[in-house]
């Protein structure tokens, strides 16, 4: 089966996106597929490059760049959204007369399209937060 | 983008119009689904029946209208908009003048809308 993830919270407050990263994992642990996660609103934040976390509290970037890297799935970040939560790529950056990017590049600056393209395209579509 | 293939879609509004960013990422939402000609409805619950008060004013927080919003729907070929008619009441909102035309559905009648459609998206 074909998955897509929608995350609408901030990986800083509740532990939604979290969650969504622990689901993405299930699934493809299970054989599945997922075709994008795809973040909005304040769900854009889980791309942020220089947030630190306490010591001892694990953060989500981790799950997402495992997602990523070792099974390549897609991390879509609305660029409306992105760009109003202080997230953005080298070209956005520049675009914007920004100093420097401030998103990881696991993370891909897309648009609501490919969030409709996602979810025409998958079997399920699973909303994390809101 | 790869052929969109065309999907039935519910979006689910549960967030009052002004406290958060749900509102206008989900009328985003809406609104792109039906550019890349989606079949979608939407259906305001709980709280989220507030974003249909009549007479609201985004700008006076200094933000945009999410009734002025709504009022657009129409022009986006948005088939039908439905509301948790338990959440009406427990507002006590006349909905005679919401901006956009609604049907009222109990909580059984909430039940079958949901199991209709391709995809649910919460908001």
């Given at each position: 089966?074909?998955?897509?993830?929608?995350?609408?919270?901030?990986?800083?407050?509740?532990?939604?996106s979290?969650?969504?990263a622990?689901?993405?994992?299930?699934?493809?642990?299970?054989g599945?597929?997922?075709r994008?996660?795809?973040?909005l609103?304040?769900?854009?934040?889980?791309?942020a490059?220089?947030?630190?976390?306490?010591q001892?509290?694990?953060?989500?970037m981790?799950?997402w760049?495992?997602?990523?890297?070792?099974h390549?799935?897609?991390?879509?970040?609305?660029?409306?959204?992105?760009?109003?939560?202080?997230?953005?790529?080298q070209?956005?950056?520049?675009?914007n007369?920004?100093?420097?990017?401030t998103i990881?590049?696991?993370?891909?600056?897309?648009?609501l399209?490919?969030?409709?393209?996602?979810?025409?395209?998958?079997?399920?579509?699973i909303?994390?937060?809101? | 983008?790869?052929?969109?293939?065309?999907?039935?879609?519910?979006?689910?509004?549960?967030?009052?119009?002004?406290g958060?960013g749900?509102?206008?990422?989900?009328?985003?939402?809406?609104?792109a689904?039906?550019?890349f000609?989606q079949?979608?409805?939407?259906?305001f619950?709980g709280?989220?029946?507030?974003?249909l008060?009549p007479?609201?004013?985004?700008?006076?927080?200094?933000?945009?209208?999410?009734?002025?919003?709504?009022?657009s729907?129409?022009?986006?070929?948005?088939?039908?908009v439905?509301?948790?008619?338990?959440a009406?009441?427990?507002?006590?909102m006349d909905?005679?003048?919401?901006?956009v035309?609604?049907?009222?559905?109990?909580?059984p009648?909430?039940?079958?809308?949901?199991i209709?459609?391709?995809?649910?998206?919460?908001?």
């Amino acid at each position: 089966m074909i998955y897509s993830l929608l995350v609408l919270s901030s990986p800083f407050s509740g532990h939604c996106s979290r969650t969504a990263a622990a689901f993405a994992h299930c699934v493809i642990t299970r054989g599945h597929t997922v075709r994008r996660v795809f973040f909005l609103d304040a769900g854009t934040l889980a791309s942020a490059a220089n947030s630190v976390s306490a010591q001892d509290e694990d953060t989500s970037m981790k799950d997402w760049a495992e997602l990523a890297n070792q099974h390549g799935v897609e991390l879509a970040i609305c660029i409306t959204s992105a760009l109003k939560h202080g997230m953005l790529d080298q070209v956005e950056a520049d675009r914007n007369e920004r100093p420097f990017p401030t998103i990881d590049s696991l993370f891909m600056m897309s648009g609501l399209g490919q969030l409709v393209d996602a979810y025409a395209n998958s079997d399920r579509l699973i909303t994390f937060g809101g | 983008m790869t052929a969109v293939t065309k999907k039935t879609i519910l979006i689910v509004l549960r967030h009052s119009p002004y406290g958060s960013g749900l509102a206008k990422a989900a009328l985003n939402t809406a609104l792109a689904s039906a550019a890349f000609d989606q079949s979608l409805d939407l259906l305001f619950m709980g709280n989220g029946v507030l974003q249909l008060q009549p007479d609201q004013d985004g700008r006076v927080k200094g933000v945009k209208d999410v009734g002025r919003q709504l009022a657009s729907l129409p022009l986006y070929d948005i088939n039908h908009v439905y509301v948790d008619a338990q959440a009406v009441e427990r507002y006590n909102m006349d909905l005679s003048k919401s901006p956009v035309e609604i049907r009222r559905l109990d909580g059984p009648e909430i039940r079958q809308l949901m199991i209709c459609y391709d995809h649910l998206l919460g908001f």
